[in-house]
């Protein structure tokens, strides 16, 4: 039912910036929290960041506080991921997901719809 296409991805440089976008659709935008999550080969899918439904509220990871920052525009129906600074390490298939509220914990499987990923690819 709720249907979220990730875009921005990309080959950056160390030190270099993107920002990605996700939209929502399905229901009423401001009815779902959002989240950035991104994976590696061999490694578990990791929390990045995440906005609450109005978007008065966001949570970041230690390793990306400071240089990514979530947002929305919900006229829009959109959610921004803006990554700054990047490290090769940030390397990964970046996905969004839909949530029906910011829960106090951070689960996966709080979020019930996924979009298909961008690929972020930060040389050296």
């Known amino acids: 039912q709720v249907q979220l296409v990730e875009s921005g991805g990309g080959l950056v440089q160390a030190g270099g910036s993107l920002r990605l976008s996700c939209v929502v659709s399905g229901r009423t935008f401001s009815s779902y929290s959002v989240g950035w999550f991104r994976q590696v080969p061999g490694k578990e899918r990791e929390f990045v960041a995440r906005i609450s439904r109005s978007g008065g509220t966001t949570d970041y990871a230690v390793s990306v506080k400071g240089r990514f920052t979530i947002s929305r525009r919900n006229a829009e129906n959109t959610v921004y991921l803006q990554m700054n600074s990047l490290k090769p390490e940030d390397t990964a298939v970046y996905y969004c997901?839909?949530?029906?509220?910011?829960?106090?914990?951070?689960?996966?499987?709080?979020?019930?719809?996924w979009g298909q990923g961008t690929q972020v690819i930060v040389s050296s």
């Open positions: 997901a839909a949530a029906p509220t910011m829960y106090g914990s951070i689960r996966q499987d709080h979020f019930d719809s």
